[in-house]
């Protein structure tokens, strides 16, 4: 089905459509049309018009207004101030087009006919290495995007830039090669733990293995100068690609796998296998990378290392900060592997947008990797690459969030607290609305983990945000309970509406709280598509909060169920709670948020 209209594209293009009637001289002119607290929409365009063509704004707008095609979609339409347009549609208008997004399964949000490839770089952990507090955006507002864009009509293709690489592999890798059992399972060995086995408790005993052997190679790399030269020894075996240390390597790569996924598991997130390719998937392209940018004259070499230069980049004593592809003792840099990525995504993957989804203090690097693929050719008009940028996690103190003891918070123990404040305000409620502890169990995780990704969501990437779990899952407020609430609550009004079914009429008319809620519901597949264009999933909670909160005005100001209102105006109710159910629960999925038909 086609993507239905909203009524505030019809409005702006029939006042467009008058605006160029009125002063045909002018050409195509936009009617900056905008929601208003004083009808339903506002047109503000008039006034830069009637500047440019030296007339007089106020004669301009009702010569507009006299020439408009009102028909059945406007209701009022009048001259405000110096020549702003207040526009009213009719309740007819309102309840037809809601009629044409509910017969679509999409709900009316367009697709890009002309989308093409996306890559979205996001979740990089790193093997061996415990996920913390740190890893939580990148992977929440990566899953998001990913949702939402392809849901948009963009061909997405995900990529975990695991930390797979580097020398503290020669450490680890030689010490397994002298304690050959210490990454072994209890029920058999590494080789039986697969790393599709997402289980809590197999990821938790693959850290726990990772973690020990970690700390006692540390120890004796520390203390044994002969363990540290057999080491060092290791790390160039590892890069020469001697199979006996690839794979021993790769178990490592392995065990830590079955940790990530018991991880993104418990999130709640989709992670396959394909869709990992860490540094050592580029190991490959990295000498060619570094010929490439050589001899087209975009690095060069400076005290042995091969650099990119950039003029506005400067360090504190003034001097240009370089990007470093490789250093002087021959060893690659996260440009080299960074820049490697760029050619495969583009060339092989035929991307043309690539997304990071990284720290935002890392953005000084990617504004010279970027600007570095560019003038390589790697990225063009046709080709960009964005950095969504994303702030700190921080505790109630304001500061970066740690452990009473300064420790980085482990991610497990945040999603598993999260869990557990959830359950018990779900047990609060279960008794009145009848769940069984199943129930109570499921729509615990539910929302615990919708908590703490709505808490991330709602708040602009770029800013930073204060980790408060008690406000995470209060049922008040701008919070992801607030949403699952209002949507099981919406369930359970159409479960009690008996023999009465929801559908729309638009002879009715409208209450005013029936009107805000249908004309929020209007403007979901424009909002989706500019949240997908800015990537922006930040405007997606703020939406379906919007709407949570218009619901519960109309449905305490429009009664449903009791009083029980006339057949038709139950059934439009209905047909109001319906949309706005599968509206709250599309937008919710968009973001990677349950929502329990029970609550």
């Not at 110096?82 to 949000?109: M, Q, W």
């Not at 046709?382 to 482990?410: I, N």
Request: aromatic share 8%; charged share 25%; net charge negative.
């Amino acid at each position: 089905m086609a993507s239905v209209p909203s009524l505030a594209s019809i409005v702006n293009q029939r006042v467009a459509d008058a605006l160029v009637s009125a002063l045909p001289e002018a050409g195509a002119a936009d009617p900056l049309l905008r929601r208003s607290d004083r009808a339903d929409f506002q047109a503000n365009g008039i006034l830069a018009l009637a500047k440019k063509a030296k007339a007089n704004p106020r004669e301009l707008a009702t010569t507009v207004v006299d020439g408009l095609d009102k028909g059945d979609v406007l209701a009022e339409v009048e001259v405000s101030g110096p020549g702003f347009l207040n526009i009213t549609v009719s309740d007819k208008a309102i309840v037809e087009t809601l009629a044409a997004r509910a017969a679509d399964a999409r709900l009316g949000v367009p697709v890009n006919e002309n989308a093409g490839t996306t890559v979205i770089d996001y979740a990089q952990p790193n093997v061996a290495k415990e996920m913390h507090v740190g890893h939580l955006r990148s992977a929440v507002i990566g899953a998001a995007m990913v949702e939402i864009l392809q849901f948009t009509g963009e061909n997405v293709i995900r990529r975990h830039h695991i930390g797979d690489w580097g020398t503290q592999f020669g450490m680890l890798i030689q010490y397994l090669m002298e304690h050959p059992h210490e990454l072994d399972h209890k029920d058999g060995g590494a080789a039986d733990a697969t790393v599709s086995d997402a289980s809590d408790e197999a990821g938790e005993e693959a850290m726990s293995n990772l973690n020990r052997l970690y700390k006692a190679s540390r120890a004796l790399f520390d203390a044994d100068e002969e363990f540290k030269t057999r080491a060092r020894a290791r790390v160039v075996d590892l890069q020469a690609g001697d199979s006996e240390t690839l794979a021993l390597w790769q178990r490592f790569v392995d065990e830590s796998k079955i940790y990530f996924y018991s991880v993104f598991n418990k999130l709640d997130m989709d992670i396959q296998d394909e869709d990992i390719v860490g540094e050592s998937g580029y190991n490959d392209m990295l000498v060619e990378t570094c010929r490439l940018l050589e001899e087209s004259g975009v690095a060069v070499r400076s005290n042995g290392a091969l650099c990119v230069f950039f003029d506005e980049y400067k360090g504190v004593d003034g001097q240009p900060t370089p990007l470093i592809v490789q250093k002087s003792d021959g060893g690659f840099g996260y440009a080299a592997t960074d820049l490697s990525a760029i050619r495969d995504r583009v060339g092989n993957l035929k991307a043309h947008s690539l997304i990071y989804v990284v720290d935002a203090r890392q953005s000084l690097h990617f504004k010279m990797v970027f600007e570095t693929a560019r003038r390589a050719g790697w990225l063009n008009e046709d080709t960009k690459a964005v950095q969504l940028a994303f702030g700190t996690v921080l505790g109630a103190d304001g500061k970066p969030f740690k452990t009473r003891e300064g420790e980085t918070v482990r991610l497990v123990d945040l999603l598993d607290e999260a869990v557990d404040r959830a359950t018990a305000v779900v047990r609060e409620k279960a008794e009145k609305v009848g769940l069984t502890e199943q129930e109570i169990v499921e729509n615990g995780q539910y929302v615990g983990i919708g908590a703490v990704k709505y808490a991330d969501l709602s708040t602009s990437a770029a800013r930073d945000y204060k980790f408060d779990l008690d406000q995470m899952v209060s049922l008040n407020g701008d919070t992801s309970v607030y949403l699952q609430y209002a949507y099981a609550r919406i369930r359970s009004i159409l479960r009690k509406a008996g023999d009465r079914t929801p559908a729309a009429h638009p002879e009715l008319e409208l209450a005013p709280a029936e009107r805000a809620l249908g004309l929020h519901l209007d403007g979901f597949g424009a909002l989706i598509a500019e949240a997908a264009e800015e990537y922006a999933p930040h405007k997606v909670a703020a939406y379906l909060y919007q709407l949570s909160s218009l619901f519960t005005t109309f449905y305490d100001q429009c009664p449903v169920i009791k009083p029980e209102p006339a057949l038709v105006v139950a059934e439009n109710r209905l047909f109001l709670c319906e949309l706005t159910a599968r509206t709250l629960h599309q937008g919710m999925a968009l973001l990677g948020i349950r929502t329990p038909e029970r609550l």
